[in-house]
């Protein structure tokens, strides 16, 4: 199928400005890595007059391109229990007292754009962020709609209990697992410091590979990152890796025969699965990756020594060994006890004293290395949650569920720093501008991996479904 892209191209002369437009037409097919088409075919007029090189063209194909493919790597940070948006990144301070909180507004790097007093780290770095302050859905239950925030998919049911299932639509590390598959032994999605679950102990759907597979479920680190006796279990077996190795063909042999009794599918599934163990376990590079250690204690120590901070430190090191999606859960401090940003009781004490000192430092952090490293080019990091906080506070000093708006954001990888996309209303209840869905999300994180979000995958029925059943925020891209 051919694209039409036109360029207007535009130069100064002695008798004013000159104005040229460029056709490219390039199909779909035998693109080069930058997406220039072999076949793609010029009509230029005028180019001598504006004595436009080559290069000069491809610059301007660079660019009608956008955003479109720009993050090789993806860090999701997703801040289980859902933080009180109007308290942190949407503050409301005209709102009536029952609404407005104890905290205040204060003025951040970018003129215009105002954070919570309690991210002042953070607010050093708005020039690297785009906020997203109008996210709306319909569900106010913790795991189906996580699972709608994890996936870009509204779960088929809405509930508070409802556990993982292989019929789930798989998280966006599995699909791009799936269309990408990992080529250098590392994992091609990591989910770390634990599996999240409600109280009761249900599993929150929407975190592994779904029906795509438990060969796309992520790499997954179960435990918390903090101290020196970290390591992760996974990759210590009790043999060496030529023992291993000699293991994994045996097994190999064995999958043959075990093919011809049970399901092919299933069998080939398992097999993958077996040897991307074995890859995981002989390979030093993710040895390396895994080692905080190596670190240093300094380096360390600016992210913070609790699990959220040393987590996002172990999931830059990942990111840099060439991990391309990692995701840091935020956890919980102790099994069954509610330690998350679910704040029905003293939500402004729990932020100020707990929840935000352990989360602001180590994501600004994170945003500086990033930078002076020169890979927040081409790395998305995303803010994402299940849902906000309703913006009365209860009679508790709390604040529940709200999923008809809420903030999230993203920096890196193209998008426009220092900028604020949509608008609440007086009391951060409602979008009243520019209402962003779950969908239109999921297509924005895929659309800057290069993925465009009408790509179909297709369950165990053979089904087809698009990873995202919506357009990208192209305003959002471009700045708008």
């Known amino acids: 199928m051919w694209k039409k892209f036109t360029l207007t191209l535009q130069t100064r002369s002695r008798g004013g400005i000159i104005r040229s437009m460029i056709e490219v037409h390039q199909s779909g097919s035998d693109s080069f890595c930058d997406g220039m088409n072999r076949r ?23 660019s009608s391109k956008g955003t479109f493919g ?10 289980w229990g859902g933080p009180s948006h109007i308290d942190l990144f949407d503050m409301k301070p005209d709102a009536p007292t029952q609404v407005r909180g104890s905290f205040r507004p204060v003025s951040t790097k970018v003129p215009g ?24 859905h319909s569900d106010n239950n913790h795991s ?69 597979g438990q060969e796309h479920d992520p790499f997954r680190i179960d435990q918390h990152p903090v101290g020196k006796e970290f390591k992760v279990a996974n990759l210590n077996p009790s043999v060496n890796s030529n023992r291993l190795r000699s293991r994994a063909g045996l097994q190999r042999r064995f999958d043959e025969f075990r ?66 999606l990692v995701t840091v859960y935020w956890h919980r401090d102790m099994p069954g006890v509610d330690t998350t940003w679910d704040t029905h009781g003293d939500n402004f004490n729990q932020l100020k004293n707990r929840l935000v000192p352990q989360t602001d430092q180590p ?8 930078h002076e490293r020169g890979l927040l080019d081409d790395t998305l990091v995303f803010w994402n949650s299940e849902f906000g906080r309703t913006p009365k506070i209860n009679g508790k000093a709390g604040r529940d569920h709200w999923g008809r708006c809420n903030t999230i954001w993203m920096a890196g990888a193209g998008v426009p720093g220092g ?24 297509a924005t994180v895929y659309h800057l991996l290069g993925l465009d979000p009408h790509t179909e995958i297709r369950d165990r029925l053979d089904r087809p479904f698009p990873i995202a059943d919506a357009a990208p925020l192209h305003r959002f891209l471009a700045g708008a």
Do not use: C
């Not at 090789?72 to 940070?77: D, F, S, T």
């Not at 607010?123 to 996210?135: A, E, L």
């Not at 996309?421 to 951060?428: F, N, P, V």
């Open 363 to 370: 994501v600004a952090h994170l945003l500086s290395d990033l």
């Open 113 to 136: 754009v105002q954070l919570s007093e309690l991210l002042p780290h953070l607010g050093r770095h708005t020039d690297k962020i785009g906020f997203i302050r109008s996210v709306t």
């Open 70 to 79: 720009r993050a090789r790597r993806v860090l999701m940070l997703f801040m």
């Open 419 to 442: 900028h604020v996309y949509g608008k609440s209303d007086k009391i951060a209840s409602e979008p009243v501008s520019d209402p962003v869905s779950p969908e239109q999300v999921a």
């Open 259 to 324: 093919g011809e009794l049970i399901d092919a599918a299933e069998s080939a599934e398992l097999s993958a699965v077996n040897q991307r163990a074995v890859d995981l376990v002989t390979n030093s590079k993710v040895h390396e990756a895994f080692n905080l250690r190596a670190e240093g204690a300094r380096e360390r120590q600016r992210y913070g020594m609790k699990p959220f901070g040393q987590s996002v430190l172990l999931a830059r090191r990942l990111m840099e060994a060439g991990v391309p």
């Open 144 to 212: 189906t709609s996580a699972h709608w925030m994890l996936t870009g998919h509204k779960h088929e049911l809405a509930r508070e209990n409802q556990g993982a299932r292989r019929s789930d639509y798989p998280h966006m590390g599995s699909v791009l697992n799936h269309l990408r598959p990992s080529r250098n032994g590392l994992p091609g999605f990591v989910a770390l410091p634990e599996v999240i679950g409600t109280t009761q102990g249900y599993i929150t759907p929407g975190q592994d590979g779904g029906f795509l």
């Open 40 to 62: 793609a075919m010029l009509r230029i007029g005028g180019l001598s007059s504006l004595g436009l090189s080559l290069p000069q063209l491809l610059k301007g194909f660079e």
